[in-house]
């Protein structure tokens, strides 16, 4: 009787050293994990996309022309931008909210935005396509399967797709993908993408404590020209989403950026591996990405190592025009191309 009582207690002890032991194990695996991909990201990221994939629909232009060259037969290179070295990230800032959610009213993602890392030279680029950008697009069927190709803008890609549950990403990142490649004449691969919805933008600029930006035009209910404002949950909405009184499309395009590139500067200034916790917390709750963990600190790790003083960034020129009742913008085929020369390095 003596062993039974105290075999009880020594089991329960032992069970409880083994699950220790195991979390100490799991820790220390994890903490390898992180700081492996952190001085070494440039390891975490393959020439294929991590989980769902765009490659799964057809070769970039195929079944159409390319807009604006009628007869134009699909681009028929094997060159590829960057080769290993490069990274593309799609940035898809949607304008979903629950009120369009509720009324059906489908997602638009105002922003359309390349991120370039290229991690051998670790500089980073961002690449402004604005939204009403003329150029191919697909439907897709209930499987993510294509099922027609039109004419139309850029931005109706992540809708074509179903949207955030279904196949919206993968769609604007072939959609993306096709129309630099079909007006650049290189191959460019975009296999990654981080999207988040534009209400969750106030909660983004708090958790890094306010996002500095100097107003380029005087902004209604914000500021004036040449003055600093500190954006946070109360504002930002104000300078990302304002585009009838501050210039139209393509200046909210370059607000966009502006907001990014001081993103980019506060993570800095905050420590970059420090703060990448929390910032890997704030992704998880409000972000969309195909990226796995290794991978979102490895592009931690690059933001931090990139000269955000020499961060490029540019918005593809173009002019609007009406076509059958509708406004488009027409990019101009020789700045991709220029473009896409300067990604190259």
């Given at each position: ?34 700081l492996?991909?952190?001085?070494d ?18 070769a ?13 037969q ?28 509720a ?5 638009r ?26 150029t191919?697009v ?10 027609e ?37 290189i ?5 990654y993408?981080?999207?988040i ?10 958790a ?5 930006v100097?107003l380029?035009?005087d ?21 990302l ?17 502006e ?73 101009d085929?020789?700045?991709v191309?220029?473009?896409l ?5």
């Amino acid at each position: 009787m003596k062993n039974e009582k105290t075999k009880g207690p020594f089991l329960k002890k032992y069970a409880l050293w083994v699950a220790l032991a195991g979390l100490s194990v799991t820790l220390v695996v994890f903490g390898l994990m992180i700081l492996h991909s952190w001085y070494d990201p440039a390891a975490a990221f393959v020439k294929e996309a991590a989980g769902e994939s765009a490659a799964d629909l057809p070769a970039p232009g195929a079944g159409a022309e390319a807009p604006g060259a009628a007869g134009a037969q699909p681009m028929a290179t094997e060159k590829v931008l960057g080769e290993s070295n490069t990274v593309n990230i799609l940035l898809l800032g949607i304008d979903s909210d629950d009120k369009r959610v509720a009324q059906n009213q489908g997602w638009r993602s105002d922003m359309v935005m390349l991120c370039t890392i290229d991690t051998g030279k670790e500089k980073m680029y961002l690449t402004s396509i604005p939204r009403d950008t003329q150029t191919y697009v697909y439907h897709v069927d209930g499987d993510g399967k294509p099922t027609e190709r039109v004419l139309t803008k850029i931005n109706h890609a992540y809708s074509y797709g179903g949207g955030p549950d279904k196949y919206g990403a993968i769609n604007a990142m072939r959609a993306v993908g096709d129309y630099l490649s079909d007006a650049g004449g290189i191959r460019v691969p975009v296999d990654y993408y981080v999207s988040i919805d534009l209400q969750n933008i106030p909660q983004l600029t708090d958790a890094f404590g306010g996002v500095p930006v100097e107003l380029d035009v005087d902004f209604p209910d914000l500021g004036s020209k040449g003055e600093v404002v500190m954006l946070d949950s109360s504002n930002v909405k104000l300078f990302l989403q304002n585009r009838y009184d501050v210039g139209g499309d393509l200046m909210r395009a370059r607000h966009h950026e502006e907001f990014l590139v001081s993103l980019l500067k506060q993570f800095k200034a905050k420590g970059g591996l420090r703060y990448s916790t929390a910032l890997f917390n704030f992704a998880m709750q409000y972000t969309r990405t195909n990226l796995n963990f290794s991978q979102m600190v490895a592009l931690f790790s690059l933001t931090d190592r990139c000269d955000t003083e020499d961060l490029d960034y540019k918005v593809i020129a173009g002019e609007y025009r009406t076509i059958g009742g509708v406004c488009y913008y027409l990019s101009d085929t020789g700045d991709v191309q220029n473009r896409l020369a300067a990604l190259e390095g």
